[in-house]
């Protein structure tokens, strides 16, 4: 199973960035999908989730800027995010509940890149 990310780049304040995500391989059955990001001298921290029926989850510091939405017949997320601010700097890795057929797993994508210039 792999997860690849997309989408990632430099973007000045206010402006936007798409990023997505999509799950290959030996996959039977996807729950939750997501991402995280981590900033330099943080911690990994949820951004944005969705389950397989489409009900999301949002951190609150991008509520109402980042919208996350899923494409289940393509195993693929996708996060849209406007208004980004420079606190939004980092390294974003996308995340899945995923069945193989032997067992519940978390996989990680390989994280991608945005930088918010002020």
């Known amino acids: 199973v792999q997860l690849q990310a997309f989408g990632g780049g430099l973007v000045q304040a206010g402006g936007s960035l798409r990023l997505s995500c999509a799950a290959s391989?030996?996959?039977?059955?996807?729950?939750?999908m997501g991402w995280y990001r981590q900033a330099p001298g943080k911690q990994r921290e949820l951004v944005a989730a969705?389950?397989?029926?489409?009900?999301?989850h949002y951190a609150d510091s991008v509520k109402g800027r980042f919208t996350l939405s899923r494409d289940n017949a393509k195993n693929t997320v996708y996060l849209q995010m406007n208004s980004l601010k420079p606190e939004d700097t980092a390294v974003y890795y996308c995340?899945?509940?995923?069945?193989?057929?032997?067992?519940?797993?978390?996989?990680w994508g390989q994280g991608t890149e945005v930088t918010v210039s002020s």
């Open positions: 995340n899945a509940d995923l069945f193989d057929g032997s067992s519940w797993y978390d996989y």
């Open positions: 391989g030996s996959i039977f059955s996807i729950n939750a």
């Open positions: 969705i389950t397989s029926a489409g009900s999301t």
